[in-house]
């Protein structure tokens, strides 16, 4: 059974950083995608940020282009999410999700929540003064 964990949320002053994690175990796909997606009250979830299995193509919304960076350590099986920079408009639960392939058409489409199988419980990232 695939388990994703995501951890490294918090209260951050706007203009801040944190750094997310999401630990995946329990997979035996070769091709695959990793997502971060975020939630913010009363809102719909939406796609942050993706990385490939290899670590080699992202993408990203362009709300956060220049701001977050995805990257992944495929030995500690983690992906993160560096958020720099961060705006009120940015607090949201932050969701890590696995999808069993990869979609690429240019460059990696992170695609939309309906196409990842499974979910992390979130962390919540709050930024506020």
């Known amino acids: 059974q695939l388990h994703l964990v995501e951890s490294g949320g918090g209260l951050v002053q706007p203009g801040g950083s944190l750094k997310l994690s999401c630990a995946a175990s329990g997979f035996t796909s070769n091709f695959y995608t990793i997502g971060w997606f975020r939630q913010a009250p009363g809102k719909g979830r939406n796609v942050v940020s993706c990385i490939s299995n290899s670590g080699v193509s992202t993408n990203y919304a362009d709300s956060v282009k220049g701001r977050f960076t995805i990257s992944s350590d495929n030995v500690k099986n983690t992906v993160y999410l560096q958020m720099n920079s961060l705006e009120p408009e940015d607090t949201a639960v932050y969701y890590c999700?696995?999808?069993?392939?990869?979609?690429?058409?240019?460059?990696?489409?992170?695609?939309?929540?309906?196409?990842?199988?499974?979910w992390g419980q979130g962390t919540q990232v709050t930024v506020s003064s």
């Open positions: 999700a696995f999808r069993a392939r990869l979609r690429i058409s240019g460059r990696l489409q992170c695609g939309t929540e309906g196409e990842y199988e499974y």
